[in-house]
């Protein structure tokens, strides 16, 4: 088993700041994450030790205001950060993106008191936030959630399920969309809720085919009260906030899912590159030679289209339609990355000791979390054709 770091990527940052933010996270990535990714996965361990690190290290922020803790970054450096992070560790980069989701509702539509208040303890207080939006009945179709938020005076009582919630039962705080009004998305509204109100209990994390050490768990709000300074927002405007924080964390996503086919393809390289069969390196065969070009090309082009949305992002300009359109090219392209890694290594791709079936079983997620690439390919099509007739 090959035991090389990633191969450092040719990157147009911004800054010299950013070069040195990309060469910390790639140290990090390489001296505490990685060494321990196979061996944590396969016992279902969470890393909460890395997230802390990351936390200290001033990597869990990134995008956000340096006044209340973050590290005022433009997307495209803190995607390019995320995409190290996953490349070692996929339960560790997509947490990353997770927190940085959670965020989201706070940083953009909270009052300044409330940013003030508490934002720096979310941003660099070593706190790891959760997004709670699906429901076992509402998943993509998110607006039919039924999660119900009633007011008295000044205090919300929060009452419902929530399902598939990354960081569930292990998350300090967690970002949450409940119904304060009539049906359809003008009738949620968004809130933020400590990890240990009372009423608020975790299920059993799912089994899940892949990312076994990051906790995927329903979340029940029996009863839960929180004052209405923990309103994010105005009252029905949760639904705008959550679409909003779903297109800049698509962009996660897709930082991610390039992360992990960057490291099935550098496993390719090593392997082909010692393997010998007929008298010499199986990577000087043709049709293996081919192989690793095309992947090559699809992880260059799913960079670029990335990117191409963060600066879009970055300079104030829509970049919904492009948001979704990585999401889907990147997650698809790891997944057909992954899978020729396998190929690849033969026999050996198929075995826990490589990590290349790691990355192929956490490859497929990539097409379902945060709107799956059904819903994407409909977010780009209705960019270019308008909605659908009724």
């Given amino acids: 088993m090959s035991h090389h770091g990633p191969q450092p990527v040719e990157r147009q940052l911004p800054t010299e700041e950013a070069r040195d933010l990309l060469a ?22 969470f890393p909460r030790d890395a997230f802390a690190l990351l936390s200290r290290s001033g990597l869990l ?45 706070l940083a953009g539509f909270g009052t300044k008191e409330q940013q003030a208040k508490y934002l720096p303890a979310m941003l660099g207080g070593g706190l790891l936030g959760a997004y709670c939006l699906s429901e076992p009945a509402a998943g993509s179709d998110a607006a039919s959630l039924r999660t119900r938020a009633t007011r008295s005076g000044d205090t919300w009582t929060i009452d419902g399920s929530k399902a598939w919630i990354t960081h569930g039962g292990v998350a300090d705080f967690y970002t949450v969309l409940a119904r304060t009004g009539g049906e359809g998305p003008r009738g949620i509204s968004a809130f933020l809720v400590p990890g240990d109100a009372d009423g608020l209990t975790a299920a059993r994390p799912e089994r899940k085919m892949g990312m076994k050490g990051s906790p995927t768990a329903g ?51 090593a392997y082909t590159g010692g393997r010998r069969q007929f008298g010499r390196p199986i990577a000087d065969f043709q049709g293996l030679r081919f192989m690793l070009a095309d992947m090559a090309t699809q992880i260059e082009a799913g960079r670029a289209l990335y990117l191409t949305a963060a600066r879009l992002r970055d300079a104030g300009l829509a970049f919904s339609k492009q948001a979704a359109m990585a999401k889907l090219f990147c997650t698809d392209a790891a997944m057909r990355v992954t899978t020729d890694a396998v190929q690849l290594l033969g026999g050996y791709g198929y075995t826990v000791d490589f990590p290349t079936e790691r990355y192929m079983r956490e490859a497929k997620v990539l097409q379902i979390v945060e709107g799956t690439n059904q819903i994407q390919r409909m977010v780009v099509a209705r960019h270019l054709a308008g909605p659908e007739s009724r």
């Fill in 61 to 105: 922020a990134l995008p956000y205001a340096e006044e209340f803790g973050g590290g005022d970054q433009p997307y495209e450096v803190y995607l390019q950060v995320l995409e190290e992070l996953a490349a070692a560790r996929l339960t560790v980069g997509l947490g990353v993106s997770v927190h940085t989701l959670s965020c989201h509702a």
């Fill in 219 to 269: 979340v029940n709000f029996d009863g839960v009260r929180v004052g209405d300074d923990r309103r994010i927002g105005e009252e029905g405007q949760g639904f705008a906030i959550a679409l909003s924080a779903l297109d800049s964390g698509r962009l996660g996503i897709a930082a991610c899912a390039i992360g992990v086919a960057q490291a099935a393809l550098d496993e390719a390289l």
């Fill in 24 to 45: 910390l996270a790639r140290e990090m990535a390489q001296r505490e994450i990685e060494p321990k990714a196979a061996e944590e996965e396969d016992d279902g361990r």
